[in-house]
């Protein structure tokens, strides 16, 4: 063999050896990435329903409250929280209690859901205009109004809907009933209410706490 020839056997060795490093190196890089996507998984207990539709908000408590005249969304007296709204702030048992399980999914409470075991009428918290009214498979029927305070107010789970797109509402009128879902089908008959101020969702209780107190 020539010394030339060994030259061109090491030289091929050599790349060879860089190549086969390279590929082991994105190999471990792919596997560690895999790794960590796993864990993260693992990890992510809990998913917003809001994620899972287009509609897609934040869910927040650290928003500053507007203490403008509002009023809660029903009038019965005969009314329960079934399930609170998620406070990433709150006490491990109580966002536990605050957590729905459908279909496998685990997802943070993004309202208050408010319990009676007769229909109860579903009210407006204030003056506004109804942005739209619409069916869902999952939530059931839903109304959502605009309030000239920059908030927003929704309400899910409701029967004999009364108002429509475009509709003007006043504060306290009765705009459905209260009725049944399929993702919280345990609670029975109930509304469903959710709250956004300045376009991130809040805890209701917190507004309609600091309006009673005043």
Same mark, same amino acid.
């Given at each position: 063999?020539?010394? @030339?020839?060994?030259?061109?056997?090491?030289?091929?060795?050599?790349? !060879?050896?860089?190549?086969?490093?390279?590929?082991?190196?994105?190999?471990? =890089?792919?596997?560690?990435?895999?790794?960590?996507?796993?864990?993260?998984?693992?990890?992510?207990?809990?998913?917003?329903? *809001?994620?899972?539709?287009?509609?897609?908000?934040?869910?927040?408590?650290?928003?500053? =409250?507007?203490?403008?005249?509002? #009023? @809660?969304?029903?009038?019965?007296?005969?009314? #329960? /929280?079934?399930?609170?709204?998620?406070?990433?702030?709150?006490?491990?048992?109580? &966002?536990?209690?605050?957590?729905?399980?459908?279909?496998?999914?685990?997802?943070?409470? #993004?309202?208050?859901?408010?319990?009676?075991?007769?229909?109860?009428?579903?009210?407006?918290?204030?003056?506004?205009? !109804?942005?739209?009214?619409?069916?869902?498979? /999952?939530?059931?029927?839903? =109304?959502?109004?605009?309030?000239?305070?920059?908030? /927003?107010?929704?309400? &899910?789970? !409701?029967?004999?809907?009364?108002?429509?797109?475009?509709?003007?509402?006043?504060?306290?009128?009765?705009?459905?009933?209260?009725?049944?879902?399929?993702?919280?089908?345990?609670?029975?008959?109930?509304?469903?209410?959710?709250?956004?101020?300045?376009?991130?969702?809040?805890?209701?209780?917190?507004?309609? =706490?600091?309006? *009673?107190?005043?």
């Amino acid at each position: 063999m020539t010394k @030339r020839s060994s030259k061109y056997y090491l030289l091929h060795g050599i790349v !060879v050896s860089i190549i086969a490093l390279v590929c082991l190196l994105g190999y471990s =890089i792919t596997q560690s990435l895999q790794v960590a996507e796993n864990k993260i998984n693992e990890n992510l207990e809990y998913v917003s329903y *809001e994620i899972l539709t287009d509609n897609v908000m934040p869910v927040s408590t650290e928003q500053e =409250i507007d203490n403008s005249e509002i #009023t @809660r969304p029903y009038t019965s007296k005969d009314i #329960t /929280i079934g399930k609170s709204y998620y406070d990433y702030k709150a006490e491990e048992e109580n &966002q536990e209690a605050s957590i729905i399980y459908y279909e496998n999914t685990y997802i943070q409470n #993004t309202g208050v859901d408010y319990v009676s075991k007769e229909v109860f009428d579903v009210n407006s918290i204030a003056d506004g205009t !109804v942005i739209s009214v619409t069916q869902d498979d /999952i939530v059931g029927q839903t =109304i959502k109004i605009k309030h000239n305070n920059d908030m /927003i107010s929704v309400y &899910q789970s !409701v029967n004999d809907v009364k108002v429509k797109e475009n509709d003007e509402v006043t504060k306290g009128q009765v705009i459905a009933t209260s009725g049944t879902n399929n993702i919280n089908s345990e609670l029975g008959n109930h509304l469903h209410f959710e709250l956004y101020n300045q376009n991130i969702l809040v805890n209701p209780e917190d507004f309609f =706490i600091a309006n *009673e107190g005043n």
